[in-house]
């Protein structure tokens, strides 16, 4: 079993900036990918950033294109969302989650999932 847990939340005002984190522990697959994913009061869950074990392919949705970031820091096993340029509709639940490869997280898909954090950006 792999466990995920997002940290970093919290209430910011349009503009600024927040960075999740996301500490995978516990059997790992042998080569893991981690995403992003997003779901607001009555939207559909969003799929936002993942990323390869080795770092070196990323997807990023179209919506956060330019403004967020996923990055990686293995040593800490723990995957991290940097959001810049924060607006409201970024509003959600933010959960990480882990499959074989960042592919499937892009389409939706992911083996484990964290409990989620919450972001709400104000005008």
């Known amino acids: 079993q792999v466990r995920l847990v997002e940290s970093g939340g919290g209430s910011a005002q349009a503009g600024d900036s927040l960075r999740l984190s996301c500490a995978v522990s516990g059997r790992t697959f042998v080569s893991y990918a981690v995403g992003w994913f997003r779901q607001a009061p009555g939207k559909v869950t969003e799929f936002v950033a993942a990323i390869s074990w080795g770092g070196d392919i990323t997807h990023y949705a179209d919506s956060v294109k330019g403004r967020f970031t996923i990055s990686q820091d293995n040593d800490k096993n723990t995957v991290y969302l940097q959001m810049n340029s924060l607006k409201p509709e970024d509003t959600a639940v933010y959960h990480c989650?882990?499959?074989?490869?960042?592919?499937?997280?892009?389409?939706?898909?992911?083996?484990?999932w964290g409990q989620g954090t919450q972001v709400t950006v104000s005008s």
């Open positions: 989650a882990a499959d074989t490869a960042p592919a499937l997280l892009r389409q939706g898909q992911g083996k484990y």
